[in-house]
């Protein structure tokens, strides 16, 4: 991990409480696919370009992945992850402790929203119109959680509701209720994504694809792009590392679509590493919430500043272009 990201995640540690840690750190089971994320990255290397005659673009393809309940880490919450981006696309979650609205409001960059299909589908769709009004770019559906994960680390804790005074704000006053719960069901299908590509003229992504059959499948029900990803490590503790699983994906989609890499990126050299295996861009979760409960906005500022300036840096080393027959290995140089 890049040492400033290290330091804010030691710092984060130390202020947050151990409860909220937990839960922002954990993952499914045992966490093995929560440590296999990030190991990936180090079994692989770069083999560089050398003397390749381009400008080096100044494109940071970095995404801040939907993670949830940021007044946990920071009385400010998504505002102030809101107002560090700069440029960088905010996917909001639909678990968000503030409304999408004053998220998109506060922002400095794209956001776009993320839901979970809701077994009632006027309760999605109501959820749909929000974003809509809210002037989010797309929408972000999560299709790898028919049921919660089971964090070993959360049950310990007895950690099942938010303290008083925070709550998930998007979920307010649906279907008539004061306040409505997320909700999962086994029972969501491609037709659910093909009643809210009706719903809506917003992109519509798919997180959550590993399978690259289901890559072509999504194909085929309109999506607009797709996110190569195993919620963190946090619903099934027997999937492959995210970058594992990314190659088949990007190959079945054949560039119709963007993909983007979600899952254990922690420095600039991985977001380079992502690019050269066929990903548009990569996603973060985890740092950006070191950095919030380290230093609120200015420690989600700092997070993405170094990481842009890691993988720039990256990328003039190796040519200033990124292509698969560059990854290696590590410890087997060739082409």
Known sequence: MNPVLA???DKARAVLD???YDFFAGGVGDEVVLAENEAAFGRLALLPRVLRGK???TDFPLMISPTAFHRLAHPDGELATARALSGTTLVSSMASTVPIADVVAAATGPVWFQLYVQPDMDVTEVLVRRAERAGCA??????DSPVFGRHRRDIAHGFHDLPAGLTAENMRDLAGEALRNIEMSTAI????VDRIREMTALPLW???VLHPKDAVIALGHGVAGIVVSNHGGRQLDLVPAALDALPAVVDAVAGRVPVVLDGGVRGGGDIALALALGASAAGIGRPVLWGLAADGEQGVRRVLDVLRDEFLHVLALCGGE???DMVVVRGVAGC
């Open 7 to 9: 330091e804010l995640h």
């Open 18 to 20: 151990p409860v909220h």
């Open 55 to 57: 400008e080096i673009s």
């Open 138 to 143: 797309a929408l972000v559906v999560t299709v």
């Open 189 to 192: 299908s491609w037709r659910h």
């Open 206 to 208: 798919v997180k959550g």
């Open 322 to 324: 990124l292509t698969r």
